[in-house]
């Protein structure tokens, strides 16, 4: 008997392997083509999508879009290891504990507080050459809302027991902040005070953000996203720095 004669409820967990075995070799990009091909291979497509998702180490959530811009970025870290990342750079006083978490996506969580400066955290070089984004993208939640933290700086180097050429950098208000409070801010790389907003509701505890800046090197402008919803576009690149760590 051959494959034409063979029922169709045999048939089909046989077509629906081979699939599956095509659509792990395919980048992300062609599996969207793919699914334009026809009803039939749009549906089983859709149906193992989060299978794909899982082998290639992403989130069973991400959209096809979304693997493809994680398979296409410069750098992407889906913080499943902590390995990667250094303490420090001041490592002269005790600062944040690292942990890594999955519930059931990774999550880095940082907490027990730093200095004022902020640099004894965890720092990771990602070019020693330098590099120019066009997008930077990422997600980040607090667990202490009356706390000011969840910073992440971007710099051109680590100097001494800091980093130096700081280009971009974000973070959480708390209730202590002099500025509107509860809210997220961001600077830019030349003088310019922070911008801080809020996004469409308060923060909440816990809650995850998708934080996103989209930076005109050329213009020297920095856009920030939060949520797919647009917030800042005043802040001022320096069209002479890059990224380093």
Known sequence: MDAHQLPAQQLLPALRELLEEVLADLPAKDITRLLLSDNVTYTNTH???????????????????????????LFMDMLASCHMWSSGPNNKSEGNSMECRTDPNPWMWMSGGTDWQGFQGIFRRISCDGVKPSWISFRVR?????????????????????????????????????????????????????????PDSPVQA????????????????????VDGIMKALALTLAQDSQFAT
Request: glycine content about 6%; some cysteine; aromatic content about 12%.
């Open 47 to 73: 149906a193992l999508k989060p299978k794909v998702l899982l082998r290639r180490q992403l989130s069973d959530g991400f959209s096809w879009q979304k693997a493809h811009a994680v398979e296409t970025a």
């Open 142 to 198: 607090s667990a202490t809302l009356n706390l000011s933290g969840a910073c992440i700086s971007f710099a051109g180097q680590q100097h001494r027991w800091g980093l130096s050429d700081v280009v971009l950098s974000f973070n959480y208000k708390g209730d202590e902040s002099s500025q509107q409070s509860r809210c997220f801010a961001v600077s830019g790389s030349a003088p310019h005070p922070n911008h801080t907003f809020c």
């Open 206 to 225: 816990d809650r995850p953000y998708d934080i996103a800046f989209k930076l005109d090197w050329v213009a020297g402008k920095i856009t920030v996203f």
